[in-house]
């Protein structure tokens, strides 16, 4: 007889399904902001250390259940109109909550949630600077970053689907115009690279947030497991049928069930050699921008 929790849960062991269920519930509450990176991080932890049911159910008690929309709140939390959502939600006018920076041998950084205004201007003396507008909402559909760097640097991080303009002055110095020509995504704001660089230079980069590389970590994990789920199907399916028609086949075609069993099997080790190489590329992926992201 199967004792039962005090929560009314069985003393059952969790399958590795029953883990990747919890992660998807996870991942989902990360990318509506329902968790933060930290929670998100510490959670997925206790999903994939938990082994029994129990362990399992404190872990999304209070997160919605995939496909179930919540109620809306009485009052709302944004500026925008309720439905309001992706680059629209973002840009939410008004003054901004940072207007400038100074680095005079030192640095300054904008980064996090913070609303970038209509213009930013930035100035660097023997100094550097960072602008990251990865997690920042907009003060107005075009917004500029004036950058002046003497003997200094500066960079401004865009988010993937932001259009950018560089209009930068450098004299022994330079603008990076490398991210200009790129589409931006219908709706999302437009920002304007100017200023001017002596013996400096202004660089401008174009990256994902810590939160959607680990979500896209997440995706070729899968993606990952479900190939190599379906390798092992077909490599069982062959056994399968060589030994249900082992007594009945002929030479030949027992010799092409082991040929059948033999090409499973080495494309089974091809695959794991291949992911071997892409976890090692994406290893050293996580630790190079992990140092830039620190830089």
Known sequence: MTDELPDGLPELRASDADREQ?????????????????????????????????????????????????????????????GAGGWAGRIVGGDGSSRWGVAVLGGFERKGRWTMPKRFNSFAFWGGGVIDLREANFADGEVVVNCVAIMGGMSVIVPPGVEVVVRGIGVMGGFDHSEEGVEGDPGAPRVVVTGFAFWGGVGVERKVTRAERLRQK?????????????????????????????????????????????????????????????????ERRERRDERRDRD
Do not use: N, W
């Not at 902001?33 to 997925?44: A, P």
């Not at 250390?49 to 872990?59: C, D, G, H, Q, S």
């Not at 497991?225 to 030949?252: C, F, I, P, T, Y």
């Open 22 to 82: 919890v992660a998807e519930v996870l991942r989902d509450a990360l990318a509506e902001g329902r968790l933060d990176m930290e929670e998100f991080e510490e959670r997925l932890e206790a999903t994939y250390k938990a082994r029994t049911y129990k362990e399992l159910a404190p872990i999304t008690r209070d997160l919605p259940a995939p496909g179930v929309t919540p109620p809306a709140p009485t009052v709302s939390m944004v500026k925008q109109p309720a």
């Open 218 to 282: 997440e995706e070729r994990r899968l993606e990952k497991l479900e190939r190599k789920a379906a390798r092992q199907e077909e490599l069982e399916e062959s056994r399968r049928r060589a030994l249900e028609g082992s007594g009945a086949l002929d030479h030949r075609d027992s010799l092409d069930d082991a040929r059948s069993i033999h090409r499973a099997a080495m494309e089974q080790h091809r695959e794991l050699m291949r992911e071997h190489r892409e976890a090692r590329r994406e």
